[in-house]
């Protein structure tokens, strides 16, 4: 049992780029989150998902899509790389809106 | 709006010192609070929590009492372990929160040194 699983653990980008940020969990929960966390800050939500095929914004989605083909599987599209999104994305998932919300190693990005 | 607010970092202790983070929150009806701790290169864990007024959460030999009265959930451990060097996070969700989504406070390091 991995539980929530992110790849990569760091990426570098150039300002423009693009790259999906992929997170896979086991557990067969249907509530999946992606974070954001700035230096010094504490996490923000970017996107969540109720289960598959419904997705809906965070407090912070501008630069940023989703999708939830599978339970497991919810990756995190960045289109134009901007430097403002230099940062620690952290997924998470949990069985229900008000259980225990579990975390995945997260996944260091740095946009030059 | 609904926020947490923590004790800056970085706090440095002595193993086996007393250990106190402080936590406030504002928040409208009655939030979940929650304590993570995200140990060096690894995600967040969840430490403990408490549901409503006067809970205590507890686990590892940490403790957090939700005072609704102080809109306070400090963290206490009675005697500190290097092992317990890590970020902590104190946390909030309430049922208007997007999807159950939780509100951090910006994370407080903790180093204990031998």
């Known amino acids: 049992n991995a539980g929530v699983t992110q790849t990569p653990k760091f990426r570098i980008l150039k300002i423009g780029q693009s790259m999906t940020l992929q997170c896979t969990q086991d557990?067969?929960?249907?509530?999946m989150y992606w974070y954001r966390q700035d230096p010094g800050m504490g996490l923000k939500l970017i996107y969540y998902s109720v289960g598959a095929g419904i997705t809906d914004k965070g407090e912070v989605p501008n630069g940023y899509n989703v999708s939830r083909s599978t339970t497991e599987d919810f990756p995190l599209r960045l289109e134009l790389a901007a430097p403002s999104q230099t940062s620690v994305y952290f997924c998470?998932?949990?069985?229900?809106?008000?259980?225990?919300?579990?975390f995945g190693p997260g996944t260091r990005l740095l946009v030059l | 709006g609904n926020s947490v607010t923590q004790m800056e970092g970085p706090v440095t202790l002595s193993e086996e010192a007393f250990l106190t983070i402080n936590c406030t929150y504002t928040?409208?009806?009655?939030?979940?609070l929650f304590w993570y701790v995200q140990y060096p290169g690894e995600g967040l864990q969840l430490l403990l929590k408490a549901t409503k007024a006067d809970d205590k959460g507890s686990n590892k030999g940490f403790e957090a009492t939700y005072r609704k009265e102080t809109t306070s959930f400090h963290l206490e451990k009675g005697s500190v372990q290097v092992s317990d060097s890590a970020v902590y996070f104190c946390a909030l969700r309430t049922d208007d929160n997007q999807g159950g989504k939780l509100i951090f406070g910006q994370g407080t390091e903790l180093s204990v040194k031998p």
């Open positions: 998470a998932s949990s069985r229900t809106r008000g259980e225990t919300q579990y």
């Open positions: 557990m067969n929960h249907n509530y």
């Open positions: 928040a409208t009806g009655y939030p979940s």
